[in-house]
């Protein structure tokens, strides 16, 4: 079995203070929120929201996960959490062909589950919570065809597979269909990592003539920097770079004009609302908790929750930096 990682020390005694200052109250709820990479900021944001949500309700919480994108390696932290028979499931689906069976066979448990960032639409899940993230690809992909005057050659850095990441690309190449001067050169699989993303626009970089790169565009927030430091070497190359989410060095690169533009979720939201709907249908659940609330025309709980998504260029970007720090 792959070991299951927690994640940083930063909410673990975030958590901790947590329980303690519920001493008057001993939780005897526990939630699970299982995470596609505990490394990564946008998912430390996500977990910092969950536990967040838990003090209102003084619940437990365990936020478990792969520490890097690894399907077989969140499959077991899922059944792991399973196993202990928890108050309710909080995931994000790496991989919907590996987890559906897991996910369905919580809900018979009784166990609630709610996918979060990444869907499996085909599961007994109660709810997706997340981006829409076919409009979000529609947002992106007009910016760039405005950038880039309609026509032009593109690179997508992506994890192949997962939910979220293709719908992403979906709405970019349904923005594109009405454009036929914007071309797909490749979608480069970057499943091993930051260097895989840094390496094969390095070597798109140096195309010149017909086989010119115009834009790259990274669907995930793993591949933003490293994409933006492999332009920033060869500046003359004048490639327009589109990213994803916040990380820090995203925004320097978005502040410094390498980036051009990138699309902000909001994955504190995600994690917030997640704790708090998982608690109200523990506590108030369905008639028939696997029940397709798709087509329950009076179910209590809707089926997809939107938490939206905003383009971050220079001119709103300092903007992002201060409603960052207000929030802690």
């Known amino acids: 079995m792959r070991s299951i990682?927690?994640?940083?020390?930063?909410?673990?005694?975030?958590?901790?203070?947590?329980?303690?200052?519920?001493?008057?109250?001993?939780?005897?709820?526990?939630?699970?929120?299982?995470?596609?990479?505990?490394?990564l900021p946008y998912w430390q944001t996500v977990a910092h929201g969950f536990i967040k949500a838990a003090a209102s309700y003084k619940v437990f919480t365990k936020v478990v996960g792969?520490?890097?994108?690894?399907?077989?390696?969140?499959?077991?932290?899922?059944?792991?959490?399973?196993?202990?028979?928890?108050?309710?499931?909080?995931?994000?689906?790496?991989?919907?062909?590996?987890?559906?069976?897991?996910?369905?066979n919580a809900v018979r448990m009784g166990i609630p589950v709610i996918t979060v960032d990444s869907d499996a639409r085909?599961?007994?899940r109660a709810t997706f919570i997340g981006t829409n993230n076919i409009d979000a690809?529609?947002?992106?992909?007009?910016?760039l065809i405005e950038k880039l005057g309609g026509k032009g050659t593109v690179v997508f850095f992506t994890i192949p597979g997962q939910p979220n990441l293709e719908d992403r690309l979906s709405g970019f190449k349904q923005t594109f269909a009405h454009y036929p001067g914007m071309r797909i050169v490749d979608i480069v699989d970057i499943k091993t990592g930051a260097n895989a993303a840094f390496d094969k626009a390095q070597a798109y970089v140096h195309r010149t003539g017909a086989e010119k790169i115009d834009a790259f565009v990274c669907?995930?927030?793993?591949?933003?920097?490293?994409?933006?430091?492999?332009?920033?070497?060869?500046?003359?190359?004048?490639?327009?770079?589109?990213?994803?989410?916040?990380?820090?060095?995203?925004?320097?690169?978005?502040?410094?004009?390498?980036?051009?533009?990138?699309?902000?979720?909001k994955p504190y939201t995600m994690g917030y609302f997640g704790l708090k709907m998982l608690y109200d249908v523990m506590?108030?659940?369905?008639?028939?908790?696997?029940?397709?609330?798709?087509?329950?025309?009076?179910?209590?709980?809707?089926?997809?929750?939107?938490?939206?998504s905003v383009l971050v260029d220079k001119s709103n970007v300092d903007l992002y930096f201060s409603a960052e720090a207000a929030s802690k």
């Open 66 to 104: 792969p520490e890097s994108y690894d399907p077989l390696g969140e499959l077991d932290a899922l059944q792991q959490a399973v196993h202990t028979r928890p108050s309710g499931i909080l995931i994000s689906v790496s991989d919907a062909s590996v987890l559906e069976r897991e996910i369905d």
């Open 5 to 39: 990682r927690m994640l940083p020390a930063a909410l673990a005694v975030l958590a901790l203070v947590f329980a303690t200052s519920c001493s008057k109250k001993t939780p005897t709820e526990t939630y699970y929120l299982i995470s596609v990479n505990t490394q």
């Open 283 to 308: 506590h108030a659940p369905p008639p028939v908790l696997n029940k397709d609330f798709h087509t329950d025309f009076f179910s209590p709980y809707p089926a997809y929750v939107d938490t939206g």
């Open 122 to 124: 085909i599961t007994h």
């Open 219 to 265: 669907l995930e927030a793993m591949s933003g920097k490293p994409v933006a430091d492999a332009v920033k070497r060869n500046p003359a190359a004048k490639i327009t770079v589109v990213a994803w989410d916040t990380d820090a060095g995203t925004l320097d690169a978005v502040r410094e004009g390498t980036i051009e533009a990138t699309i902000a979720q």
């Open 137 to 143: 690809g529609r947002l992106g992909a007009s910016r």
